[in-house]
């Protein structure tokens, strides 16, 4: 505090925090690296560089505490935090894994409209990711629950129709189009439910329900009067 220009008082800032942080104490880490990066430490020289660490530190350790709120099974106190870190710091290098926490933890809870929200703007900002990807595949769920279907079919055909590496490799990229075909199939749009059947068993032979998608696609040809 009386010379917080010298590298003394930078190096004492640091194992001040790096004391709270081995003992579990997050908040304090969050609350002393606010304090530390508004004093300037160490001078000019390095302050800003400085100033940034301090906030990744505090970043750091709510993202943290967020993550142990969640496991504990804290599921709102968990969602605030990560909306803390995203409305605080747009440019945390987490924030896509804060989204989506925030939204899962929501959706623990049966926020529905709240991890949708939260899913849509993980997609919408942040497509280039895997949590992207399966955040899109969790609107389709969602909407699935409240009927909602030309939602739950747009995004499933997006899953399984993007060429973008990250949907190639998404683990569910399959069922998306079962999904997809199965709503068409209850919502009686017959002959885009037999397309869609017949496009999995093409597309997806190797797969063991590959049968029953051909088999429900002679069906639905054959209440059409195609056969």
């Known amino acids: 505090d009386k010379d917080p220009s010298t590298e003394y008082a930078m190096v004492s800032a640091q194992l001040v925090l790096a004391m709270y942080e081995s003992r579990g104490n997050l908040d304090k880490v969050a609350e002393l690296s606010d304090l530390y990066a508004s004093k300037n430490l160490g001078g000019a020289k390095g302050g800003e560089e400085l100033s940034s660490r301090f906030k990744d530190l505090k970043y750091g350790a709510l993202f943290e505490k967020a993550k142990i709120l969640f496991e504990e099974g804290k599921y709102l106190e968990s969602a605030a935090e990560y909306e803390r870190i995203v409305d605080e710091n747009p440019q945390f290098e987490k924030i896509h894994l804060a989204l ?13 409209d709240s991890a949708m929200r939260l899913y849509n703007r993980l997609f919408k900002e942040y497509n280039k990711t895997d949590e992207a990807v399966d955040a899109l595949f969790r609107v389709g769920l969602n909407a699935e629950k409240f009927f909602d279907f030309s939602v739950a079919i747009s995004s499933y055909m997006q899953i399984h129709d993007s060429k973008q590496p990250q949907f190639m490799r998404y683990e569910n990229k399959t069922e998306a189009l079962r999904r997809a075909a199965l709503i068409e199939k209850i919502t009686h749009n017959t002959k885009e439910a037999a397309r869609l059947f ?19 696609a002679g069906l639905a040809y054959e209440s059409l009067g195609n056969y």
């Open 198 to 216: 017949e496009r999995y068993d093409k597309e997806h032979g190797s797969m063991p329900d590959a049968p029953d998608m051909l088999f429900e």
């Open 100 to 112: 989506y926490n925030a939204g899962i933890a929501y959706e623990r809870m049966k926020y529905y």
